[in-house]
């Protein structure tokens, strides 16, 4: 039997359990419960698991086993997630892993040159209304309509980098014949949810083309049906770009392929693109340049990567003016690795576990022991 725990639903005595954190961590239902009433729990989403509420259901419980799912256990906040379980790892999959495995629908990525508007090349913090200028919206609709999708039936989710961009872009393209929604943090959990359900509705007449998104999508949503994805913010992290890149890699028996499209400005951290979409994280500039010029050829499956000349060349140029041995970065690396295997990491651990080029320690320190 299963049983639902959230909200007003306390069916507590099935033999499966489905419960929120927001519900279950709360006193007067942790009492609901003796410590140990379940063998087996699954903690998803466990990157949260610093959090008061997830720490409180964590110590209350004591499960025969207690398991964490998580596709981003590197952590800005600084909580080791690894301290948390012990440092056992039950097992590990990247997106390369995961395409090997076609756990993920195949993807075709396009990296597309963002445009000049009025001799302006577009930057990070590039004047509002460059970003929302009319050229730069057929330019968008050119590109969209040109890659296309699967079937030709646009299920979109598009990320944009700020809430007043995300309001004028849907509104600019609901004019030109669309029917999209912008949603940012500041909209309730009800408009997201029918938004989510207008873009994968069957009815033509009511469904959603767009979902204009901002700082919410990153994770933690389903939307099966997502066959185009489109990035119109600069790319500042690798996690980000692969969680909003996994938005829409999720299987549905009506999507044979994801079609991904990321406008390319004159952005400084180019060079994460490439780290993301093949997961090198060596921060080795050779590597890069060699994978980037390599085409499709080291993607599993069908999936294929592709990018116009001039963003290629930006990719370029963000990859040689980087500098990849920043003692904050590599502070960063060395600490993840290190709560990972709960001691010092050697410098031959960073080429098992897959991690950071070990001689950008010896750049920054003379020698890995300076830098230790």
Same mark, same amino acid.
């Given at each position: 039997?299963?049983?639902?725990?959230?909200?007003?639903?306390?069916?507590?005595?099935?033999?499966?359990?489905?419960?929120?954190? &927001? !519900?279950?961590?709360? $006193?007067? =239902?942790? *009492?609901?419960?003796?410590?140990?009433?379940?063998?087996?729990i /699954? +903690?998803?989403?466990?990157?949260?698991?610093?959090a008061?509420?997830?720490?409180?259901?964590?110590?209350?419980?004591?499960?025969?086993?207690?398991?964490?799912?998580?596709a981003?256990?590197?952590?800005?906040?600084?909580?080791?997630?690894?301290?948390?379980?012990?440092?056992?790892?039950?097992?590990?999959?990247?997106?390369?892993?995961?395409?090997?495995?076609?756990?993920?629908?195949?993807?075709?990525?396009?990296?597309?040159?963002?445009?000049?508007?009025?001799? &302006? !090349?577009l930057?990070? $913090?590039? =004047?509002? *209304?460059?970003?929302?200028?009319?050229?730069?919206?057929?330019? /968008? +609709?050119?590109?969209?309509?040109?890659?296309g999708?699967?079937?030709?039936?646009?299920?979109?989710?598009?990320?944009?980098?700020?809430?007043?961009?995300?309001?004028?872009?849907?509104?600019?393209?609901?004019?030109?014949?669309?029917?999209?929604?912008?949603?940012?943090?500041?909209?309730?959990?009800?408009?997201r949810?029918?938004?989510?359900?207008?873009?994968?509705?069957?009815?033509?007449?009511?469904?959603?083309?767009?979902?204009?998104?901002?700082?919410?999508?990153?994770?933690?949503?389903?939307?099966p049906?997502? *066959?185009?994805?489109?990035?119109?913010?600069?790319?500042?992290?690798? +996690?980000?770009?692969?969680?909003?890149?996994?938005?829409?890699?999720?299987?549905?028996e009506?999507?044979?392929?994801?079609?991904?499209?990321?406008?390319?400005?004159?952005?400084?951290?180019?060079?994460?693109?490439?780290?993301?979409?093949?997961?090198?994280?060596?921060?080795?500039?050779?590597n890069?340049?060699?994978?980037?010029?390599?085409?499709?050829?080291?993607?599993p499956?069908?999936?294929?990567?592709?990018?116009?000349?001039?963003?290629?060349?930006?990719?370029?140029?963000?990859?040689?003016?980087?500098?990849?041995?920043?003692l904050?970065?590599?502070?960063?690396?060395?600490?993840?690795?290190?709560?990972?295997?709960?001691?010092?990491?050697m410098?031959?651990?960073?080429?098992?576990?897959?991690?950071?080029?070990?001689?950008?320690?010896?750049?920054?320190?003379?020698?890995?022991?300076?830098?230790?």
């Open positions: 039997t299963m049983g639902l725990y959230s909200g007003d639903q306390k069916e507590k005595d099935a033999d499966f359990v489905f419960a929120t954190i &927001q !519900t279950i961590s709360r $006193d007067q =239902d942790l *009492n609901n419960f003796k410590s140990d009433d379940f063998d087996y /699954i +903690i998803d989403e466990t990157h949260r698991a610093g008061p509420t997830y720490q409180k259901f964590m110590d209350y419980f004591r499960p025969d086993f207690m398991l964490g799912m998580t981003t256990p590197e952590r800005g906040d600084n909580f080791d997630i690894f301290a948390a379980f012990d440092h056992n790892i039950a097992y590990e999959i990247r997106l390369n892993g995961a395409m090997e495995n076609k756990l993920v629908c195949p993807f075709h990525y396009y990296g597309v040159t963002d445009i000049t508007v009025n001799g &302006q !090349t930057e990070e $913090d590039s =004047d509002f *209304n460059l970003l929302v200028d009319e050229e730069r919206v057929s330019r /968008i +609709i050119e590109k969209v309509e040109f890659y999708t699967d079937d030709g039936v646009i299920r979109g989710l598009i990320f944009c980098s700020r809430v007043a961009e995300a309001a004028e872009l849907s509104a600019l393209f609901n004019l030109r014949g669309y029917r999209t929604k912008y949603l940012s943090g500041d909209h309730s959990e009800e408009d949810q029918q938004a989510i359900e207008l873009l994968q509705s069957n009815d033509i007449d009511e469904k959603l083309d767009y979902i204009f998104a901002v700082d919410i999508f990153n994770e933690g949503i389903d939307i049906r997502i *066959n185009q994805v489109v990035m119109l913010r600069p790319t500042d992290s690798a +996690i980000i770009f692969v969680q909003q890149l996994g938005r829409g890699l999720r299987l549905h009506d999507k044979e392929y994801l079609t991904v499209i990321d406008f390319i400005g004159n952005y400084k951290n180019s060079y994460l693109v490439p780290i993301a979409l093949f997961g090198d994280t060596t921060y080795n500039k050779d890069l340049r060699k994978l980037l010029s390599s085409g499709s050829t080291p993607i499956g069908s999936s294929t990567i592709n990018f116009d000349e001039i963003s290629k060349q930006r990719v370029f140029d963000s990859i040689d003016a980087t500098n990849m041995s920043i904050r970065d590599l502070r960063r690396d060395y600490i993840y690795l290190k709560s990972m295997l709960d001691r010092i990491p410098m031959m651990d960073f080429l098992e576990y897959g991690s950071r080029d070990p001689y950008s320690f010896i750049d920054n320190k003379k020698s890995y022991y300076n830098f230790v």
